[in-house]
């Protein structure tokens, strides 16, 4: 259980961090910049949430990923080093990615197939939607750059992979189920 009495202890001034486990890291180090892009895509869905207060259905998968977001900011400051540890660290599991499929297709289902790509915008719900997968998107570049080096589980991987998916389909779907999408014309300012 977490426990937060104090919220700054002085420990990272040098430029380091603590992950779970115990090991300091620098804070520009490829695993804290990993969870720390993972935040950041919290975030922005939190901003995205405030616009889709009307959207209740929409709101509960937000708000489920933003929990699975913080279990997977745990699963990476928890690197597997193949060591036995105290404790059970927090890791994502398939299951996690397999809801995020099963909601892609249930929000899907209610959009018209695409002609052209989005231009990010519409609902101000959509346009942080497109902010979020953005972001999401930084977060499995680094995550895939640090799998090249140290373990992450496969498990995890698909989730942030699947999350880029699930947030551009429920941009379109605020964006009143794809009506209010902005199409990009290619060429059109030349």
């Known amino acids: 259980m977490v426990k937060l009495n104090k919220i700054y202890t002085r420990t990272g001034d040098n430029g380091t961090t603590a992950l779970v486990s115990g090991p300091r890291r620098d804070k520009h180090d ?60 927090l890791r994502i599991i398939e299951a996690q990615a397999t809801r995020l499929e099963t909601e892609i297709d249930a929000l899907n289902a209610h959009l018209d197939p ?16 497109h902010l979020a997968r953005t972001v999401s998107r930084r977060a499995e570049r680094l995550m895939v750059e640090l799998s090249r080096s140290e373990t992450v589980g496969t498990a995890a991987l698909k989730y942030i992979n699947r999350l880029s998916d699930f947030l551009f389909v429920a941009a379109r779907f605020a964006n009143d189920g794809g009506k209010a999408d902005i199409l990009w014309v290619p060429g059109k300012n030349r």
Do not use: C, W
């Not at 695409?114 to 939607?129: C, D, E, M, R």
């Open 30 to 89: 490829l695993r804290v910049e990993a969870y720390g892009t993972i935040d950041e895509t919290n975030s922005t869905i939190g901003l995205a949430r405030l616009h889709a207060a009307g959207m209740a259905e929409l709101d509960a998968m937000l708000f489920r990923i933003q929990n699975d977001l913080f279990d997977l900011g745990a699963d990476l400051a928890a690197p597997d080093t193949g060591e036995k540890l105290d404790y059970e660290p």
């Open 114 to 129: 695409l002609t052209s790509f989005v231009l990010p915008g519409g609902s101000a719900a959509a346009a942080y939607l």
